[in-house]
C-alpha cells in the first residue's frame, strides 16, 4: 500500500452482529432471503444466493440467482429482487438481506456479499431512494450476520450525480 493512502485498514473489518441483536425488520428480511434460496436456477455453480429487498413502506421482495450456460446472462439474485420490486411499482429500496450456500463445500463462516456489479446497482437505487441503503449479509443458518451499508461496500461510487442526472421523478 502506498504510504500516504487514505485507506486504512480497519475499514475491511466485517462487523458481525448476534442474531439477537438484529431488529425484526433486519430478522424478517434476512429470512425472506433465506426461504427464496432453495429456487436458485444454478446448474453451473451450484451456489444459491437469496436476496430481499426492503422498501419505504414496508413491502418485501425476494429472488434468487438465475444462471445461464452463457456464464455472462448469469443474473445475480440482489438485481433479481431489485428488478422484481422495480417492476412491481417498489423502487424506494431502504435494505437488502443477501445469503448464499454451496453444493460445493460444507457451510461456510463467511456471508456472501454482494458482487461488484450488484453493489453499483444498490447504489443506483440508493440515489433513488435517497438513503444509504442497509446491507445485511448472513450465512443461511444466520449463525454470521453482518449490516453495512451500500457507501460502505461501494465507497466513491459513480452515480447520477456523476452524470449531473436529476432523477427525482423516480423516486
Ligand atoms: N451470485 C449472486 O447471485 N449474487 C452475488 O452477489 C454474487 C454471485 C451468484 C451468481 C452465480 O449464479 C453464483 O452466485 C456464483 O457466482
Known sequence: MLSNSLVSRESFVMKTVAIENLTQKQDELVDAAI??????????????????????????????????????????????????????????????????????????????????????????????????????LATADKANVAVTTIEELLPYAFGPKQLQMNISKYS
Open 35 to 136: 426461504a427464496v434460496l432453495e429456487t436458485a436456477y444454478n446448474p453451473y455453480s451450484r451456489y444459491f444466493v437469496g436476496a430481499a429487498v426492503l422498501t419505504r413502506s414496508g413491502a418485501v421482495f425476494s429472488a434468487s440467482n438465475v444462471e445461464n450456460a452463457g456464464y455472462g446472462s448469469t443474473i445475480c439474485a440482489e438485481r433479481m429482487a431489485i428488478g422484481k420490486a422495480n417492476s412491481s411499482g417498489a423502487r424506494d429500496i431502504i435494505a437488502i438481506a443477501v445469503t448464499g450456500r454451496s453444493d460445493n463445500f460444507e457451510k461456510s463462516e463467511i456471508t456472501a456479499g454482494p458482487c461488484g456489479s450488484c453493489r453499483q446497482v444498490i447504489y443506483e437505487f440508493s440515489q433513488v431512494s435517497g438513503c444509504d441503503i442497509e446491507v445485511i
